[in-house]
């Protein structure tokens, strides 16, 4: 069995290759990926944290796998949306570049 | 009946709502002038009938005649009666003045068409206030009706409102007033601070006045007495009762001379429990009221309207009650003798009559005239004979000649004032001050009583004797201004039956039989000097007023004229006020405005043009990149965690 430290180790890094990707990168897709990644960084840690208190407890408790699998099912709901949101900003300016779409300001 | 009195306000209230409220039609005869009478008369039979039981001994001042009105948790304000021989006395003298009032009005303000209807409702309104005045049995009570009628003399002085004179006139009255209004109540505030009620039972009773610290006593009795200052018109609070006279005749008569400006003495002799506690006070009391006396007196000497020389009048006259109820403390406290106080309030009793008296032989006058000013009269004995016989009565009290009441009353309190110089020197000067008042009493009596009715006229008039419903009172009052002096010698006389009313003060002192004080009077010298000085004050008038080719300019050059001046213009305490409400008001209000407008506007426009400054900088943050908002919240978070995980853990949290 792999030690809780690796996970941690793992998912830690994951999250943080995710935010640095959403504050830095400027194509608009590429920050929706980066979201993902760091949604993923967290299913990681809640499918782990299950499986380690079914181990320290002796019984089965799959509730952090359900919420693994909701929070799955909303990621796909919340792509759906955030490439909806992509498109018509294209259509509008002609472009995805998050730098270049700041008209809601001072 | 004693149990009824609480009746007695009820009557001209009733009287007032009705005239007020009901349609016009069903007022009658002069705008309502029946249910004012119907009011009148019938708190009077009422009062009569409490006061004769007052008279048999019977007092009310037990507090069983109370209820509760306002109730916080377990604290309670009540309302209650007391009745004794002092409030008897004040019931007499609205009843009767009230009543003759009211039916002299009939005639009197026949001319004044519909506005008649506000002048009885607000004439009902007053009876009514007043009697609750001197039958309230605490400090609070009697304090709100102080207030109501205040409120009635204002809106009775500015009854002709559309007069710019009247208006400013009943407002002076008001805020003058006022001024004492607030000392009473600051006053009464501290009785309730130490005692805890403001009951006359627990105030007057031994442990009230020993709840309160002597140097707070002497504070709290000056304060009241401040209060009856404003109300009685004394100096220098008195500049507003002359211009009072702006009002009709009869509520100059009815609330300035006869009732409401008495309100003051009445309350300097209620508290007199508590000022015998403070010699002090009795001697500012005495000292105001000598003041007033005098110069009140002087004033009146250079006066050509004739209602305004009967204000002086009353005011000096005023000035004499208070001397007296002063002087009167020292009495009790030194004597054990009720004297003063009881040649005070007889002294108010009497004056009321004869006041009273003056002021509606007044009005008759210039009812007939049509004007107030006495340089355009003369003559008038020959057409309005009764008028000028009552009015001579009246003028005859007030001078002080016997057997009518005036001479009585003011003797006594004149004999109180040299007793009590015994006791303290400062008297004997107030002593010199009322009987140099009496001399100028006597005198301005007469010298209006001759401008007016003798000699050849002086202008245009068609005067004639007024009707008889104007006559008739005048006549009741002319014979109560001969009679009720003798007052002091029916049943076991007057200074006996007010010694009930202060008797927890007095160490059981045998009272003095009728006859003694018909000895003490008549065997004393002082009597004679004071009658003198009247008579020759008389003369003087008569002289000077009466015999043609008498030179007043003599008198008029005297100081280069300067006395004539300073008298003509009331001793220049009313231009005073007028300088001091101009210059110093108004000098104070520009301090104020630029204060307002550069310190508090500044402090205010100080803060909105901060606030759109830092607006200014604060929305350059707001630049539309979404990623640097992200990172703003990212980099809040860890530090945020690392105060929650580092910072506080370490610092003992």
Redo the contacts between chains.
């Keep these: 069995m792999i030690p809780i430290e690796y996970w941690l180790v793992f998912s830690s890094l994951l999250f943080v290759i995710g ?1 640095y990707g ?3 990168r400027r194509n608009a897709i590429v ?1 929706l990926m980066c979201i993902e990644i760091m949604l993923n960084a967290a299913n990681i840690n809640l499918v782990m944290f299950s499986s380690y208190h079914s181990t320290l407890h002796t019984t089965v408790d799959s509730t952090g796998q359900v919420f693994a699998l909701f929070s799955i099912a909303i990621a796909a709901a919340e792509v759906a949306v955030g490439l909806a949101i992509i498109l018509s900003v294209y259509r509008r300016y002609q472009t995805v570049d ?2 270049k ?6 | 009946m004693l149990e009824y009195a609480w009746l007695i306000p009820v009557f001209p209230f009733a009287a007032f709502i009705l005239i007020a409220l009901l349609p016009k039609r069903t007022l009658w005869w002069e705008d309502g002038a029946v249910y004012a009478i119907g009011g009148a008369l019938g708190a009077m039979c009422l009062s009569f009938l409490v006061v004769w039981d007052v008279v048999m001994g019977d007092t009310l001042i037990d507090g069983s005649q109370r209820f509760e009105w306002l109730v916080v948790g377990d604290f309670s304000v009540t309302f209650g009666i007391w009745i004794d021989q002092l409030s008897a006395v004040m019931l007499v003298v609205v009843s009767v003045v009230g009543t003759l009032v009211v039916f002299y009005s009939g005639g009197y303000m026949h001319g004044e068409g519909e506005t008649r209807r506000r002048y009885y409702a607000e004439i009902m309104l007053f009876i009514s206030v007043m009697y609750g005045l001197v039958i309230a049995d605490n400090y609070l009570l009697m304090f709100i009706f102080w207030e109501l009628v205040g409120l009635c003399s204002y809106l009775l002085i500015g009854f002709w409102y559309e007069r710019p004179s009247a208006a400013s006139a009943a407002k002076r009255a008001f805020i003058v007033t006022r001024v004492g209004d607030i000392m009473f109540m600051a006053g009464i505030i501290i009785l309730f601070k130490y005692v805890g009620s403001l009951d006359f039972a627990d105030l007057f009773s031994g442990a009230g006045v020993a709840a309160v610290p002597s140097d707070m006593m002497i504070l709290a009795t000056a304060l009241i007495f401040g209060g009856a200052i404003g109300k009685s018109a004394q100096f220098p609070l008195h500049e507003w009762l002359p211009d009072a006279m702006e009002g009709p005749t009869t509520v100059s008569a009815l609330i300035h001379a006869a009732t409401m400006v008495k309100a003051g003495v009445y309350l300097t002799a209620r508290s007199y429990p508590l000022l015998v506690q403070a010699p002090e006070s009795l001697l500012f009391v005495a000292a105001i009221g000598g003041i007033t006396a005098l110069v009140a007196a002087t004033a009146a000497l250079a006066q050509n309207d004739i209602k305004r020389v009967l204000a002086y009048s009353t005011i000096s006259q005023l000035g004499y009650m208070t001397l007296g109820l002063g002087a009167g403390g020292y009495l009790v406290i030194h004597a054990d003798s009720a004297a003063g106080y009881s040649a005070a309030t007889f002294h108010l009793m009497n004056h009321a009559f004869f006041k009273a008296l003056l002021f509606l032989c007044a009005g008759s006058v210039i009812h007939a005239v049509g004007t107030n000013d006495m340089r355009q009269m003369g003559g008038l004995g020959k057409v309005m004979k009764i008028t000028s016989l009552t009015m001579l009565i009246g003028s005859l009290a007030i001078a002080g000649m016997p057997p009518l009441s005036g001479f009585w009353s003011k003797d006594e309190v004149l004999a109180a004032v040299w007793h009590a110089g015994e006791f303290d020197p400062a008297f004997m000067m107030l002593w010199v001050m009322g009987i140099a008042t009496a001399f100028l009493t006597a005198f301005y009596m007469f010298r209006m009583w001759f401008m007016t009715f003798a000699g050849e006229p002086r202008s245009d008039y068609h005067a004639h004797e007024s009707p008889r419903i104007m006559t008739v009172p005048l006549m009741i009052l002319a014979g109560l201004a001969v009679v009720s002096g003798f007052a002091l010698f029916i049943g076991d006389g007057f200074k006996a039956f007010m010694e009930g009313s202060i008797d927890g003060l007095l160490a059981g002192a045998g009272h003095e039989s009728v006859f003694d004080v018909a000895v003490e009077i008549f065997t004393d010298p002082l009597t004679y000097l004071t009658l003198a000085l009247a008579i020759v004050g008389i003369v003087l008038a008569w002289r000077m007023y009466y015999v043609p080719g008498f030179d007043r300019s003599v008198f008029a050059k005297g100081f280069n004229g300067k006395l004539q001046r300073a008298l003509e213009n009331r001793w220049y305490i009313s231009k005073f006020y007028d300088d001091f409400a101009i210059k110093v008001v108004y000098a104070a209000s520009l301090v104020a405005d630029a204060f307002d407008r550069h310190v508090i506007d500044g402090i205010v426009n100080g803060f909105a043009y901060l606030g759109g400054n830092m607006g200014q900088v604060l929305r350059r943050l707001q630049n539309g990149n979404v990623q640097r908002y992200t990172g703003l919240i990212v980099v809040g978070i860890c530090l945020l965690l690392i105060l929650v995980l580092y910072v506080l853990p370490w610092g003992g949290w």
């Design positions: 935010a959403v504050l830095t920050v998050v730098d779409i700041n008209i809601l300001r001072w």
